[in-house]
C-alpha cells in the first residue's frame, strides 16, 4: 500500500530555488533496488528514504538560513549555462556536496573525466568521502521522468523524448556508467545511482512491481483532458517541485496538449502526452481518480 501522506518537507521553503534545493537532497530515488532482470558486472546501491531524510535533517539549518538568503546558491547556479532541468538538478546536488555544512560527505571531485590513448571513456558525476564510514564512493546522478504501459513491465516506461526508455537508462547506468575502480588516486569502495524525478501510471494498470519506490508520489497521465478539477499547468522549472502558489487556480485551465498540471487540493500530478502509435496506453478520463 502507498503511504497517504508522503515525506515532502521541500514545501516549507517559500524561495523557489530553496525548495528545489531542498527536493534534490530529501525526495527518495525512483527505485529501491535494480530490477532482479539486469545483472551488473559490480555491486550498485540505492540510498534508502530513510538515508535522504538523515541528509535532509542534518542539513535542515542551512536550508532555513538560504530561504531568508538564497543569493550563495543563486551565484552558485550560476554556473549552469544550460536550461535543462538535468543539469540543474546535478547542480543542485553539486552545491550541497561541497558546502561543509552538509556533515555527511567531503567532495573529491566533480564531474571527472577518464582518458586513454587521446580518448575520452567516460565521466563521473561525483567522486566523495564519506565522513561516517570514510569509504571513497562514486555517486551517478540523473533526473527522470517516465510514463509506464498498463503492463508496468520494465521495457514499457518511456521518457518524454521516446527514444529516452528507462530500461536504457538503467542498463546504462550498469554498464558504462560503473566502469571505473579508481579517480583522482582514490580506489571507489562504494557505488550509487542516484535516480530522481517521477514516474507517472495510466489510470489502469497491473499491480505496482516491488523495484518501484513506494515513498514517492506516482503520477497520472493521459492523453486526453479531465473534465472537472483544480489544474494549474506547471512551467518547466516546476517539475521540480511546484513552486508555492497563492493565486486563485480557475476551474477551466487552458491546457497544451503536452504538459505537466498540478492539483494543489489533492496533491496530485497529471501529464498530459500524446505518445506514439506504437506505445499502448489506456486513454483516461476515470472521474473517481482525476477529481
Known amino acids: 500500500m502507498f503511504p497517504s501522506h508522503y515525506y515532502e518537507p521541500w514545501q516549507r521553503f517559500s524561495t523557489p ?4 534545493l531542498a527536493f534534490a537532497i530529501a525526495s527518495p530515488n525512483l527505485i529501491q533496488y535494480f530490477p532482479h532482470q539486469l545483472h551488473a558486472a559490480k555491486s550498485i546501491d540505492v540510498h534508502s528514504c530513510l538515508l535522504w531524510q538523515q541528509y535532509f535533517t542534518a542539513y535542515l539549518p542551512r536550508l532555513i538560513f538560504l530561504d531568508q538568503h538564497p543569493q550563495e546558491l543563486l551565484n552558485f547556479l550560476t554556473k549552469i549555462k544550460s536550461t535543462r532541468l538535468g543539469l540543474r538538478f546535478e547542480a543542485l546536488l553539486w552545491f550541497w556536496l561541497q558546502d561543509q555544512e552538509n556533515q555527511y560527505f567531503e567532495l573529491l571531485g566533480h564531474s571527472i573525466q577518464h582518458h586513454a590513448n587521446g580518448k575520452t571513456l567516460g565521466e563521473m558525476d561525483f567522486l566523495l568521502r564519506n565522513q561516517q564510514t570514510q569509504h571513497i564512493e562514486h555517486w551517478e546522478v540523473c533526473l527522470k521522468y517516465y510514463l509506464a504501459a498498463p503492463t508496468l513491465e520494465l521495457g514499457t516506461w518511456i521518457g518524454l523524448n521516446p527514444e529516452d526508455t528507462l530500461l536504457h537508462k538503467l542498463s546504462h547506468l550498469l554498464d558504462q556508467q560503473f566502469q571505473f575502480d579508481t579517480a583522482l588516486n582514490h580506489c571507489i569502495e562504494k557505488r550509487y545511482a542516484v535516480i530522481k524525478g517521477q514516474f507517472y501510471l495510466p489510470v489502469t494498470h497491473a499491480p505496482i512491481p516491488d523495484w518501484l519506490n513506494p515513498q514517492r508520489r506516482l503520477g497520472i497521465w493521459c492523453a ?68
Open 17 to 20: 530555488i530553496v525548495r528545489q
Open 224 to 291: 486526453h483532458f479531465p473534465k472537472t478539477g483544480r489544474w494549474r499547468h506547471l512551467s518547466r522549472q516546476e517539475w521540480l517541485c511546484p513552486f508555492p502558489c497563492h493565486s486563485d487556480i480557475s476551474s477551466n485551465p487552458i491546457w497544451w496538449t503536452n504538459g505537466l498540471y498540478y492539483n494543489q487540493s489533492t496533491e496530485q500530478f497529471l501529464m498530459l502526452r500524446l505518445l506514439p502509435n506504437s506505445f499502448i496506453y489506456h486513454p483516461c478520463y476515470t472521474p473517481n481518480i482525476l477529481e
